[in-house]
């Protein structure tokens, strides 16, 4: 009897947290449709912007080195205050023969070549930095292809004290290719043009996402650079940074093209690895974060609720449990009415990060026609998603209690080389 | 009848996912969102842009004068002289391209885009759409532009004119009183002192002194200040920093900020309420603010202001310096005094308006 | 209740039907009272019905599903029962009816036949997100059956406990129906009359689809067997309520995007 009144009452709390979610999506929704947008920097002219530094992560990068580097080079930033560092970790194919003949061609190209130490992106970031010239540090995972005014206008919102990091909008290039990465797409614009856009607006917190960004260097290098045991090395520096005092800020005009995974294996990879990494942020993280001072109550409200993101998953699963064993306990009469409904609604419209009506919100606002007709296709991914995020927090908890070090996994690319 | 209502039940169930399906079957909308690979900032971008495009639609370097018609984003008739003389009145309905200037009597009505190679002089009381000329541009009162306007001298402004969404000049955009904007750019802008504007508004000359563009001393005793919280000053509440004080750091408050006649600050400033300063201040860095910021009379501001709300900046402030171009950014609203100098930008997504 | 994407731009906002701006900082005129106020007009039309009117609604479900079953069942064995719900507004109705339990082999076979697709689903690489969704069910019907297997006298149910159960939450979804779609159509920017067609839409499909499903889930638990029950209730259950709730969502908004495609007038920026 206990049993069931337990099982009873932690699908009572799923169904609470699922409801939480939805609310808060649905704050957002509406915050992005109607409330005040909140402007970023980038109508600032200055001629006196820091000095920058690009640093580009790569790891058998042979396909799209060169595409990357050809795009920073049309940049429109001072070269007077630009260096770019591409970071050839580790890699066994062409890349460093590629970063080479660049560097050979372009003097503001300062190749990093690592064959020791430590492996993956924390730890090549730290090196960089040790060598790394600019004020500004902006980051570009190796896939991704910058326009010539994105350094500009993430670089000018350091001209604000207070602002220590910053994050602009990823958009999938490779949206057309097959069912995963259309999907990943709407994941995509309702991620950017309404979540983050809407907690910049609330004076919430928007997420560094490691990769269409930058920060401050000192700030970082005082703060201790990056930990190399944690893989989400760029959640872990936007709460450090929180900690600290510092604002991070949401740059929805500085779009940039990324390449979305195209299998759903390696899908399967990327979001294990989010979610190893964001939980263990989470362990780490959260006590300090209810404990902070230079965060306001509504700050330290959704950046609970954002530590959480990649946990609710699991969650659910074992909601989805629950309500299963309950079933056979012959239990189910909690369920009549209202409560399942709430709890099956809560349960599909979240399931993506972001639920429906704020995927079609992005749609609407970027004006797309078409693809909003694929949201009900991402029940699929909802299901995928509950599944590996749940293997991801698994393996969190396993990495907190026994301190193992953590390999890193590249994504796979799929362009065509130059 | 069962196996009916088993069908149909089949087919109501699958039914939802038809859309999707066909869509990715289809592959109507797969293209990626468009990001502009091409576009770099340019607070003259709609001139240039057009320029460009007049240019490379017209038949050769040196046109004849005479209607051409020709396509720019639509087709259009481009009308070509050499001098353009329109009368009070007039109503110009082409596209009109003026190789040497441009003179227009009163009520003057331009209904398409006007490119003058020279001068442009615009009568009182003028409608145009859009304005680029390679020399000095002079506009006389009352005249409204629903677009921009652009030259590569300088622009002259009289009290009474709407400037559209952006007024642009490669050297100093003098406007007078009541004018109203939404950008503006020059090296640098100016507002003119009321009473001489009207009297002489071709004067050249702004009637007050700047102050030199030396920065001013920092306190000998005060560190280089570094950028950690800690080491900044921080406000938790509505703060004040007194009269005639040095303050060497960034400063940062979470309400209001005051600061007080003659203040100095060395460093940036960030409120997130509003901030209010007294006469004469001085602020060697960047002004941020999540609130509107007044700036008191004469106030010298070395680096960008920026505001979510309002900024309004009484008589005789300067911001940025000659050296550069810095900018004043406020998302509701700009009110500018007499006898402000701004290097560089000025935008505003409410009204910009000159007292 | 006149909607912005009617109305002229107002003077001040002329100068943006003219240059387009970036997509980064768009928004939709419009307030929250006027959302809220639909909203109401929503609860009123779609949802409060329902509740007031389910002894009626209920009634008529069975009535129909009786029909349709008489002829698989002798007389008196199926029957519509009422029982006390909200007291305030009346009885809630359903169909008792019995149950077929499933034959030790026919168990068996269900648990063959699942572990085989576990398998399956767990050695498969294509098409992943529907093999996690398979095993998932499949996970849930392997219980069911081994639950046959060895307790089947202890399985909680009857076909009758399975009818009423399922009125109860068919209440829930039509009374949850119109509020869901409301809370994610009436913000859009688009004429009222059009919104609330939609939501009609759904509530309609909701009433045809509740009711074909009853029917069926009715003659496979009472015709073929109860080892289904659980598959049913979690595989097609209220999650394909909303995937076609979402399914009318998507399609209004790409009828809207298609209309108001190059309206300029329908933004505000900032």
């Not at chain 1, 639920?355 to 991402?378: E, K, M």
């Amino acid at each position: 009897m206990a049993l069931v009144l337990m099982m009873k009452g932690y699908l009572l709390f799923t169904i609470g947290v699922v409801l939480v979610y939805s609310l808060r999506h649905f704050i957002f929704t509406l915050n992005r449709l109607f409330g005040p947008q909140r402007i970023y920097y980038h109508d600032l002219m200055d001629s006196d912007l820091k000095t920058v530094t690009v640093i580009i992560p790569m790891h058998n990068e042979e396909k799209v080195a060169g595409h990357i580097l050809d795009q920073l080079l049309q940049a429109d930033y001072d070269w007077n205050k630009l260096e770019i560092i591409p970071i050839n970790d580790f890699s066994s194919d062409g890349t460093q023969e590629i970063l080479d003949l660049y560097a050979s061609r372009y003097p503001q190209i300062k190749p990093l070549h690592r064959a020791e130490n430590l492996r993956g992106k924390p730890a090549a970031l730290n090196d960089a930095l040790q060598v790394a010239q600019g004020e500004v540090i902006v980051v570009f995972d190796a896939d991704y292809l910058p326009p010539p005014g994105i350094i500009c206008k993430i670089a000018v919102c350091f001209n604000d004290p207070e602002v220590g990091a910053v994050m602009g909008r990823v958009i999938p290039i490779n949206t057309g290719s097959n069912t995963l990465t259309r999907l990943l797409d709407l994941e995509r614009s309702g991620g950017y043009q309404v979540d983050q856009q809407a907690r910049y607006n609330l004076g919430l917190i928007p997420q560094y996402g490691g990769t269409v960004g930058g920060f401050r260097k000192d700030v970082v290098v005082d703060l201790g650079s990056f930990n190399t045991q944690v893989l989400a090395e760029d959640t872990e520096l936007t709460f450090r940074l929180l900690l600290h005092g510092w604002k991070v800020v949401y740059a929805n005009q500085a779009e940039c093209y990324e390449e979305s995974p195209e299998t759903w294996q390696m899908r399967s990879r990327q979001i294990k690895r989010w979610s190893r990494g964001h939980n263990r942020v989470f362990f780490n993280y959260l006590i300090p974060l209810l404990r902070s001072s230079c965060l306001s109550l509504r700050e330290k409200t959704d950046g609970v609720l954002l530590l959480m993101t990649y946990c609710v998953p699991l969650l659910l699963l074992l909601g989805f449990a629950d309500s299963v064993a309950l079933f056979f306990c012959g239990e189910i009469q909690i369920f009549s009415g209202i409560l399942f409904l709430l709890f099956m609604a809560a349960y599909t419209t979240f399931g993506n990060f972001a639920p429906f009506y704020q995927i079609g919100t992005a749609c609407l606002l970027d004006g797309s026609r078409q693809r909003v007709l694929l949201l009900n296709l991402l029940l699929f991914l909802f299901f995928f998603n509950t599944w590996y995020i749940s293997c991801g927090f698994m393996e969190a908890v396993v990495d907190s209690l026994t301190s193992r070090r953590v390999p890193w996994n590249k994504t796979e690319r799929y362009r065509c080389s130059a | 009848m069962i196996v009916l209502c088993c069908l149909l039940f089949l087919f109501l169930t699958v039914l939802p996912f038809w859309g999707g399906i066909r869509e990715l079957i289809q592959k109507k909308d797969a293209a990626p969102l468009h990001i502009d690979m091409n576009y770099t900032k340019n607070p003259r971008y709609f001139a240039v842009s057009f320029r460009k495009i007049l240019t490379a639609a017209l038949p050769q370097h040196e046109p004849a004068a005479g209607l051409f018609s020709c396509t720019l984003s639509k087709p259009e008739t481009v009308e070509i002289v050499e001098t353009a003389l329109i009368n009070q009145g007039q109503t110009q309905a082409h596209v009109l391209f003026a190789k040497t200037s441009l003179v227009s009597g009163k009520q003057a009505t331009f209904l398409k885009e006007i490119y003058v190679k020279e001068r442009a002089i615009i009568g009182e009381g003028n409608q145009l759409r859009s304005l680029a000329c390679d020399g000095d541009i002079r506009v006389l009162q009352g005249t409204s532009f629903t677009r921009w306007l652009d030259a590569t001298g300088n622009i002259k402004v009289a009290p009474l004119c709407n400037l559209g969404l952006s007024a642009t000049c490669t050297q100093q955009l003098s406007l007078a009183q009541h004018c109203r904007f939404k950008r503006l750019y020059g090296n640098p802008v100016t507002t003119a002192i009321p009473k001489k504007a009207v009297e002489t508004p071709e004067s050249s000359s702004l009637p007050f002194q700047e102050a030199a563009f030396t920065l001013p001393a920092k306190p000998a005793t005060a560190n280089q200040t570094r950028l950690q919280r800690d080491e900044r000053l921080t406000f938790g509440s509505d703060a004040a920093v007194a009269g005639n004080q040095s303050h060497l750091g960034n400063i940062i408050a979470l309400k209001t900020l005051f600061l007080g006649d003659g203040a100095i600050i060395h460093g940036d400033v960030k409120t997130h309420g509003s901030l209010k300063t007294g006469t004469q201040i001085t602020i060697t860095g960047n002004v941020f603010a999540e609130g509107d910021i007044h700036l008191g009379p004469e106030a010298r501001i070395y680096g960008t202001v920026f505001s979510q709300g309002r900024v309004v900046c009484e008589r005789g402030t300067i911001v940025g310096s000659s050296a550069g171009i810095k900018s004043i950014v406020a998302k509701k609203g700009i009110e500018f005094g007499a006898g402000i100098k701004v290097y560089g930008y000025v935008m505003t997504e409410g009204e910009g308006v000159v007292w | 209740m006149l909607q912005p994407v009617l109305k002229a731009p107002a003077h001040e906002e002329r100068g943006k039907e003219l240059i387009m701006y970036h997509r980064s900082y768009r928004k939709l005129p419009g307030s929250f009272r006027t959302i809220l106020l639909q909203f109401l007009l929503c609860f009123i039309l779609f949802a409060a019905p329902f509740f007031c009117f389910y002894p009626q609604v209920t009634k008529l479900l069975c009535q129909l599903s009786k029909t349709l079953l008489d002829s698989f069942f002798f007389a008196d064995t199926i029957k519509i029962t009422a029982i006390p719900y909200f007291k305030w507004v009346g009885d809630l109705y359903y169909l008792d009816l019995p149950g077929k339990l499933p034959t030790l082999a026919f168990s068996l076979g269900n648990i063959l036949f699942s572990l085989m697709l576990l398998v399956f689903f767990g050695f498969t690489n294509y098409g992943k997100p529907l093999m996690i969704s398979g095993a998932m069910i499949t996970a849930i019907h392997l219980v069911a059956s081994l639950f046959f297997l060895f307790a089947p006298g202890g399985f909680p149910y009857s076909a009758a406990n399975y009818s009423e159960l399922y009125i109860k939450q068919q209440i829930g979804i039509w009374f949850f129906m119109p509020l869901l779609l409301g809370m994610s159509i009436l913000p859009l920017p688009a004429p009222w009359p059009t919104k609330f067609f939609a939501i009609a839409a759904a509530v309609l499909y909701s009433l045809v689809f509740g009711t074909l499903r009853y029917i069926v889930f009715l003659y496979i638990i009472s015709q073929v067997s109860m080892l289904y029950m659980a598959i049913l209730y979690f595989a097609l259950g209220p999650l394909i309520d909303f995937v076609y709730g979402v399914g009318i969502y998507s399609l209004y908004l790409s009828w809207l995007l298609k209309k108001s495609k190059g309206n300029i007038a329908l933004w505000r920026w900032y």
